[in-house]
């Protein structure tokens, strides 16, 4: 067998020429030629190295190149490598009973699914085949996904491009987003009042009996990592018993111990009837997502047919993938790691502040953050708006061009620089990176507007 050589030009070109990327114009594209990962770091093929923030799109939570994966994966694809959906395996019944574990209160029960799109749909089908309602309550500033249904579900612009054929029964409201609140409140606590008296209105003038579910992510993501309010989960909660609306949690960026507990809902004590899961679950080495319900619905179609089904479903070396992720969580504490490194990411960023009058705030759960930029601090002008296109999104373009060039691949969008690293990561991998921010704010700080 004679070996190719293929040169670091001609990897880049096959892909631009013969593969179409995400959520960008064609032409002009520059991507990294990505080589290896190893821990907190990514490698391109000139051998540069990147220190790794956002978990490549917050999933990586174990950290890249854990050989551990790659020998389940083979031990279970030396047994089976794929079941048809309808067919029992070991892995898939162990981790059934794995999620059954870690998930809050009575979740018992998953149906698997490749993705958190198709996650996120199913869940909302189940919504609707339990309830016999259609109607599905989300917020504005969320994203849940780019499957039709999904990408409705979710308020994020991006959808603008095929909303005329959007899918219907979706109905949107605002977030409890205190920072810019929409109601001017004086406290968070107000602002998430606010939120669930606006929530609850809307419900009413929805007609209750139309509505299946309300739909929030456990812990605000790439929408700006918007803080929950206290007790706007147990408000939620509430609201949802009050008219028999279920509530679904997508816990498909803030689970898995991004948040510094196994699931961002955690951190408000409450258990959702649906969690829809992805990313995490299996750190991103295979595609595997999931839909756990509660008991109650379970035990529902055990008399009714379940009218959802996906070829790949419980593929058994995704499961395996995803079982041995699940012990290397936990064999290495990794969720309790995300708490502590969360804090001195915190008392970090809260220095840099003093030092970049660009930085407006900071939120933050866990590993799951999000620095917003402002021109100017009183006023909160944003660095760029929301949305930004063209001349206005040039600062942005400006900026991640910095952080990249300074050896970062982090998630920066809008007036977002998003802090979201691998779960394993130490205080000098922090430090090193927020050095890396710190230099490549001095972009947005030549933006910022000196009032006085």
Not at 101 to 126: S, Y
Not at 144 to 156: L, V
Request: with cysteine; glycine share 10%; net charge negative.
């Amino acid at each position: 067998m004679i070996d190719t050589v293929i040169d670091n030009k001609q990897i880049v070109d096959n892909c631009k020429d013969y593969t179409l990327f995400s959520w960008a114009k064609q032409g002009g594209l520059n991507p990294v030629n990505i080589q290896r990962g190893e821990g907190c770091y990514l490698y391109d093929r000139d051998g540069k190295k990147y220190i790794d923030f956002t978990s490549q799109l917050m999933n990586v939570n174990i950290g890249h190149g854990n050989q551990r994966i790659t020998d389940a994966v083979v031990k279970q694809m030396s047994n089976i490598s794929y079941a048809y959906p309808g067919m029992a395996t070991q892995v898939r019944g162990e981790l059934g009973k794995k999620l059954a574990e870690v998930t809050p209160g009575n979740l018992t029960k998953t149906f698997f699914t490749l993705g958190g799109a198709e996650a996120i749909e199913n869940g909302i089908k189940i919504a609707r085949m339990y309830t016999g309602r259609h109607k599905i309550i989300t917020q504005y500033r969320s994203y849940h996904g780019a499957t039709m249904g999904a990408i409705s579900a979710g308020g994020d612009p991006r959808k603008h491009a095929v909303e005329i054929q959007a899918a219907p029964g979706f109905v949107q409201v605002e977030n409890p987003y205190f920072y810019r609140c929409p109601w001017n409140s004086s406290s968070i606590e107000e602002c998430g009042e606010m939120a669930l008296r606006n929530l609850e209105q809307v419900i009413l003038y929805e007609n209750p009996h139309s509505v299946a579910a309300i739909l929030m992510e456990g812990e605000s993501g790439s929408s700006g990592c918007i803080k929950y309010p206290p007790n706007y989960w147990k408000g939620l909660r509430k609201i949802a018993d009050k008219y028999g609306i279920l509530l679904i949690c997508d816990e498909v960026m803030s689970g898995f111990g991004r948040t510094g507990k196994w699931f961002g809902i955690d951190n408000h004590d409450v258990t959702p009837d649906i969690l829809c899961m992805a990313k995490g679950l299996t750190s991103g080495y295979l595609p595997l997502g999931g839909t756990i319900v509660t008991e109650d619905i379970g035990n529902y179609f055990d008399e009714h047919p379940l009218v959802i089904g996906l070829t790949y479903s419980a593929h058994p070396t995704c499961c395996a993938a995803a079982l041995e992720n699940l012990r290397i969580m936990q064999e290495e504490n990794m969720v309790d790691n995300a708490a502590i490194m969360g804090k001195y990411i915190e008392s970090k960023v809260a220095e840099l502040a003093d030092k970049h009058p660009s930085i407006g705030d900071f939120r933050n759960t866990g590993l799951l953050g999000c620095i917003e930029l402002v021109k100017n601090r009183d006023t909160k002008e944003p660095f760029a708006p929301w949305n930004a296109k063209g001349d206005h999104a040039k600062p942005t373009m400006q900026l991640a061009a910095k952080i990249r060039e300074l050896g970062m691949f982090t998630f920066v969008k809008w007036n977002f620089i998003f802090i979201a690293p691998p779960l394993n990561i130490t205080k000098a991998e922090i430090d090193e990176g927020l050095g890396i921010i710190s230099e490549a704010l001095e972009v947005a700080d030549g933006y910022c507007v000196n009032t006085k």
